[in-house]
């Protein structure tokens, strides 16, 4: 999908209001190629996400729940990890399952520590799920929590 140089515009102008005036430009660069990234191709529609996760993807701070799943694959594990690790990560808890051809993971990972904001983890973690042809998700935990409160 192409598209004009207003509409760039505007994608920027909204990411640095979601983000604030004082975010980093790696930060609102991040957030335009997320939001870039979920352009559905057809049809020129975003693949909704919590409206909250914007204010996050400044933050080194909290934890993050990553969860991926696809075709099994060696090294899957491992380059997550490695991407993680690159950031300075720390990760606290895995839970992950082989089902035939087919893995799940699920990880808590602390960033308080991390080199980058959760942002820069994020778009990351989606180069390696392009890599690799899986689907990665990372949530900041407070996002998690708001949306799954009873």
């Not at 999908?1 to 975010?23: D, N």
């Not at 996400?49 to 075709?71: D, M, Q």
Request: proline content about 3%; overall charge neutral; hydrophobic content about 40%.
């Amino acid at each position: 999908m192409a598209l004009s140089e207003e509409q760039i515009r505007r994608v920027v102008e909204e990411s640095i209001r979601q983000l604030g005036p004082h975010s980093s430009e790696q930060a609102v660069k991040s957030v335009v190629l997320e939001t870039l990234r979920r352009l559905d191709a057809d049809t020129g529609g975003l693949v909704q996400e919590h409206p909250s996760t914007f204010r996050y993807l400044n933050k080194t701070e909290g934890r993050i729940i990553v969860t991926a799943f696809g075709k099994n694959q060696p090294g899957v594990m491992a380059k997550i990890t490695q991407t993680l690790a690159d950031c300075n990560c720390d990760i606290h808890d895995v839970s992950q399952k082989i089902m035939q051809e087919f893995f799940t993971l699920i990880m808590l990972v602390d960033i308080r520590n991390a080199g980058c904001p959760f942002g820069i983890i994020k778009d990351n973690l989606a180069k390696v799920s392009e890599k690799l042809n899986i689907r990665i998700l990372a949530q900041h935990e407070d996002v998690f929590n708001a949306m799954h409160r009873v």
